[in-house]
């Protein structure tokens, strides 16, 4: 009986610094402050109501924004289009910016080939917060591409330049398909492949372990992007693949009669977690 427990579960780093962030900014609060996030900091439930529970208060609308008398507003890891920067500098509230530098970054770059004339194509989940981020940098002229249909039904001008740009999360394999559909509609295309090397590698690795294992669970919150495509490249390794958010959602007797499970988890998942879940599960073998 064995347990493979992947190394590149959990926190990654800009998760991690978005999470320090918040608790710092708590342990700095003067008496009668106020912390808000904008959206939950990270996706996962588990952390959110911790920091709630220390008070924390979470803002989750441009009309909970406007309503703001003073305060600090952290900026969630996953970015926020620039009008929410705009509003809050209106208000002469706090900011504190604990967006991802590597989706920072993307936001630097749509913004810069939008100046240079270029279409900005973003592949990812029109959905997502992060993308939202994005496409807010990004000018008018600007699409999300989420799956094949999206691509193959892409036009613009012929005569018009384009960048294409991924959300970090994205499914590497997918994002290369993607690119190749619109390269060969004959545009100039300029491709920067901005998914984040540890969403890459995590991916990767999740893969090669659901290969080998006769089950696999993966971690993270409902609403994360990057657990919900490691699920979609583990159930396509392995049939016996689990998605759950804490070890309360995992039915042990299914894991019974394996010889092998995996566990990986996604970027938002505290070590704690992925620990219970990996104890309860060595404890049945």
């Known amino acids: 009986m064995k347990v493979i427990k992947a190394k590149t579960a959990g926190f990654c780093f800009g998760v991690k610094r978005a999470v320090d962030t918040v608790y710092e900014q708590l342990d700095k609060k003067k008496d009668g402050e106020r912390i808000y996030t904008y959206g939950p900091i990270i996706h996962n439930e588990e952390v959110i109501k911790d920091m709630e529970a220390k008070g924390v208060e979470v803002l989750r609308s441009e009309e909970e924004l406007e309503k703001l008398q003073g305060g600090t507003v952290i900026i969630r890891s996953h970015g926020v289009e620039k009008r929410i920067y705009d509003i809050l500098d209106e208000k002469h509230v706090k900011i504190v910016d604990a967006t991802c530098p590597f989706v920072k970054k993307i936001h630097n770059i749509v913004q810069e080939q939008n100046r240079e004339g270029r279409y900005i194509v973003i592949i990812g989940n029109p959905e997502h917060p992060e993308v939202r981020g994005i496409k807010g940098w990004a000018g008018e002229e600007a699409c999300v591409i989420q799956d094949r249909a999206d691509a193959e039904k892409f036009s613009v001008d012929a005569n018009k330049k384009i960048c294409i740009v991924s959300q970090t999360t994205f499914n590497y394999n997918k994002f290369k398909d993607l690119v190749e559909i619109i390269s060969e509609k004959s545009y100039d295309v300029s491709v920067l492949n901005t998914i984040c090397n540890a969403t890459k590698e995590r991916q990767t690795e999740a893969q090669s372990i659901a290969e080998t294992v006769d ?21 396509g390794a392995c049939n016996n693949t689990y998605y759950i958010q804490t070890l309360d959602d995992l039915d042990l007797n299914q894991l019974g009669s394996v010889e092998t499970v995996g566990i990986t988890a996604g970027a938002s998942t505290p070590n704690n977690i992925i620990e219970e879940v990996q104890n309860n599960v060595r404890i049945i073998f």
């Open 215 to 235: 089950a696999m669970i993966v971690i993270g919150d409902k609403h994360s992007s990057n657990t919900q495509k490691l699920f979609e490249i583990c159930h």
